[in-house]
Protein backbone atom coordinates (compact mmCIF):
# COMPACT_ATOMS: atom_id res chain seq x y z
CA UNK A 1 0.00 0.00 0.00
CA UNK A 2 1.31 3.54 -0.87
CA UNK A 3 1.03 5.98 1.21
CA UNK A 4 2.05 9.70 1.02
CA UNK A 5 2.84 11.46 4.72
CA UNK A 6 3.17 15.73 4.32
CA UNK A 7 4.81 17.44 7.11
CA UNK A 8 5.64 21.16 7.72
CA UNK A 9 2.71 22.43 8.28
CA UNK A 10 2.19 24.86 11.10
CA UNK A 11 1.10 28.50 11.67
CA UNK A 12 2.99 31.32 10.52
CA UNK A 13 2.51 35.17 10.46
CA UNK A 14 1.73 36.88 7.11
CA UNK A 15 4.91 37.28 4.74
CA UNK A 16 6.46 34.22 6.92
CA UNK A 17 8.14 31.42 5.26
CA UNK A 18 6.72 27.57 5.70
CA UNK A 19 8.27 24.89 3.81
CA UNK A 20 5.94 21.52 3.42
CA UNK A 21 7.68 17.81 2.30
CA UNK A 22 5.61 14.81 1.20
CA UNK A 23 7.54 11.40 1.75
CA UNK A 24 5.97 8.79 -0.53
CA UNK A 25 6.52 5.40 1.59
CA UNK A 26 5.44 1.80 0.00
CA UNK A 27 6.39 2.56 -3.99
CA UNK A 28 8.42 4.95 -6.29
CA UNK A 29 6.67 7.82 -7.75
CA UNK A 30 9.57 8.61 -10.01
CA UNK A 31 7.47 8.43 -12.78
CA UNK A 32 4.68 9.68 -12.19
CA UNK A 33 3.72 13.49 -11.76
CA UNK A 34 3.20 15.06 -8.42
CA UNK A 35 1.41 17.63 -7.10
CA UNK A 36 -0.09 19.33 -4.27
CA UNK A 37 -3.60 21.04 -3.55
CA UNK A 38 -5.14 22.45 -0.71
CA UNK A 39 -8.39 23.14 0.91
CA UNK A 40 -9.69 26.40 3.10
CA UNK A 41 -12.63 26.97 5.30
CA UNK A 42 -15.70 26.64 3.42
CA UNK A 43 -13.77 26.54 -0.23
CA UNK A 44 -13.51 23.25 -2.48
CA UNK A 45 -10.07 21.70 -2.62
CA UNK A 46 -8.18 23.31 -5.85
CA UNK A 47 -5.06 22.81 -7.13
CA UNK A 48 -1.86 24.14 -6.03
CA UNK A 49 1.11 23.18 -7.46
CA UNK A 50 2.46 20.42 -9.80
CA UNK A 51 5.89 18.91 -10.87
CA UNK A 52 6.34 16.81 -13.89
CA UNK A 53 8.36 13.41 -13.56
CA UNK A 54 11.66 14.41 -14.48
CA UNK A 55 11.36 17.25 -12.03
CA UNK A 56 12.11 19.99 -14.22
CA UNK A 57 8.94 21.19 -15.27
CA UNK A 58 6.41 23.10 -13.18
CA UNK A 59 2.83 24.38 -13.08
CA UNK A 60 1.11 26.66 -10.30
CA UNK A 61 -1.85 28.57 -9.47
CA UNK A 62 -1.80 31.60 -10.26
CA UNK A 63 -2.62 32.28 -6.56
CA UNK A 64 0.38 31.07 -5.66
CA UNK A 65 2.83 32.08 -8.48
CA UNK A 66 6.15 33.54 -7.85
CA UNK A 67 5.42 32.80 -4.43
CA UNK A 68 5.49 29.02 -3.80
CA UNK A 69 8.06 26.55 -5.45
CA UNK A 70 7.83 22.90 -5.76
CA UNK A 71 10.26 20.42 -6.36
CA UNK A 72 11.04 16.84 -5.86
CA UNK A 73 13.89 14.70 -4.77
CA UNK A 74 13.44 11.26 -7.08
CA UNK A 75 16.31 9.60 -4.91
CA UNK A 76 14.58 9.95 -1.65
CA UNK A 77 11.01 9.91 -2.99
CA UNK A 78 9.76 12.87 -1.97
CA UNK A 79 8.14 16.22 -3.02
CA UNK A 80 8.72 19.92 -1.43
CA UNK A 81 6.59 23.22 -1.29
CA UNK A 82 8.61 26.10 -0.25
CA UNK A 83 6.14 28.29 0.56
CA UNK A 84 7.40 32.43 0.47
CA UNK A 85 5.23 35.53 1.48
CA UNK A 86 2.34 33.86 2.48
CA UNK A 87 -0.83 35.34 3.44
CA UNK A 88 -4.04 34.65 5.50
CA UNK A 89 -6.37 33.44 2.28
CA UNK A 90 -3.10 30.44 1.90
CA UNK A 91 -4.80 29.62 4.94
CA UNK A 92 -6.15 25.61 4.60
CA UNK A 93 -5.28 21.89 4.72
CA UNK A 94 -3.23 21.30 1.79
CA UNK A 95 -2.57 17.89 0.54
CA UNK A 96 0.11 15.81 -1.46
CA UNK A 97 -1.26 13.94 -4.52
CA UNK A 98 0.54 11.46 -6.73
CA UNK A 99 -0.82 11.11 -10.44
CA UNK A 100 -2.43 7.28 -10.56
CA UNK A 101 -0.52 6.88 -14.25
CA UNK A 102 3.01 7.42 -15.28
CA UNK A 103 4.03 10.10 -17.66
CA UNK A 104 1.22 11.85 -17.80
CA UNK A 105 0.83 16.24 -17.20
CA UNK A 106 -2.33 16.68 -15.35
CA UNK A 107 -3.78 19.49 -12.63
CA UNK A 108 -6.75 17.40 -12.55
CA UNK A 109 -7.85 16.53 -9.27
CA UNK A 110 -9.33 13.35 -10.80
CA UNK A 111 -6.17 12.52 -12.32
CA UNK A 112 -4.28 12.15 -9.03
CA UNK A 113 -5.43 8.82 -7.43
CA UNK A 114 -3.05 8.47 -4.29
CA UNK A 115 -3.33 11.20 -1.45
CA UNK A 116 -2.26 12.30 1.77
CA UNK A 117 -3.73 12.84 4.66
CA UNK A 118 -3.26 16.30 4.61
CA UNK A 119 -1.67 19.31 7.11
CA UNK A 120 -2.48 22.07 8.08
CA UNK A 121 -1.24 25.48 7.33
CA UNK A 122 -2.50 28.90 8.81
CA UNK A 123 -1.92 32.45 8.28
CA UNK A 124 -2.12 35.02 10.50
CA UNK A 125 -2.75 38.58 9.50
Known amino acids: QVQLVESGGGLVQAGGSLRLSCAASGGSFNKNTMGWFRQGPGKEREFVAS????????DYADSVKGRFTISRDNAKNTVYLQMNNLKPEDTAVYYC??????????????????WGQGIQVSVSS
Open 51 to 58: IFWWGRTT
Open 97 to 114: AADSREYRRSRQEEAFGS
